[in-house]
């Protein structure tokens, strides 16, 4: 059964803090996707990669926020430093092409 | 810019009835629809994609349907259960926007035994 794995699950920082959160994308599929999930915001995609190639990464914070893919069998996000209102949920999701997504659990990032 | 919108945004029901779920989106140029499900404190599970050119999709209990020209989709879930409560979102892959998916806000479902 093929899945979007994220890790870690589950992170708590301090302010100021580097965080990285990793994704491995379901074998094959050649689009990856970052989102960030908030109760008031809803989802928000962040960053997107094509066959490894960024191709947006409009709606990510530049300044403190950057996204990678070293290989095709894992994406990162990075955030430094973090601060309280990154505190969110970061999905991964990857697709086979432009027009289906699957999603990973997520990682839970509290930063205080 | 295309919105999408999901009516109602919370409903609750017995067990054993029939869900309908509306979703609306405001251009018709579309790639794809896609169903999801998010229980709480979960990632996203795809349910059902709907290509452009099919005018429905069906996965056991699920169906779901596309008007593109008239830009509506819905998702009926027979027969009910208390498993099924979870919030439904619905997202659209325009086709001016390579591989971005708009998402509607949701419907959260609670179905009462």
């Known amino acids: 059964d093929a899945r979007v794995t994220q890790t870690p699950r589950h992170k708590v920082t301090e302010m100021g803090q580097e965080v990285t959160m990793r994704c491995q994308p379901i074998l094959g599929h050649n689009t990856v996707f970052w989102y960030r999930q908030t109760m008031m915001q809803g989802l928000e995609l962040l960053a997107y990669f094509r066959n490894r190639a960024p191709l947006d990464d409009s709606g990510m914070p530049k300044d403190r926020f950057s996204a990678e893919m070293p290989d095709a069998t894992l994406a990162t996000l990075k955030i430094q430093p973090s601060e309280p209102r990154d505190s969110a949920v970061y999905f991964c999701?990857?697709?086979?092409?432009?027009?289906?997504?699957?999603f990973g659990p997520g990682t839970r990032l509290t930063v205080l | 810019k295309q919105e999408v919108t999901q009516i109602p945004a919370a409903l609750s029901v017995p067990e054993g009835e029939n869900l309908v779920l509306n979703c609306s989106f405001t251009?018709?140029?579309?790639?794809?629809l896609q169903w999801f499900r998010q229980d709480p404190g979960k990632g996203l599970t795809s349910l059902l994609l709907?290509?452009?050119?099919?005018r429905e999709q069906t996965s056991g209990r699920l169906n779901a349907s596309l008007d593109k020209s008239s830009g509506r989709s819905t998702l009926y879930i027979a027969a009910s259960q208390p498993g099924d409560s979870a919030t439904y979102l619905c997202a659209v892959f325009p086709t001016d926007s390579w591989g971005k998916l708009q998402f509607g806000a949701g419907t959260q479902v609670v179905v009462t035994p």
């Open positions: 709907i290509q452009s050119s099919q």
């Open positions: 251009d018709s140029a579309i790639y794809n």
């Open positions: 999701a990857s697709g086979p092409h432009a027009g289906e997504q699957f």
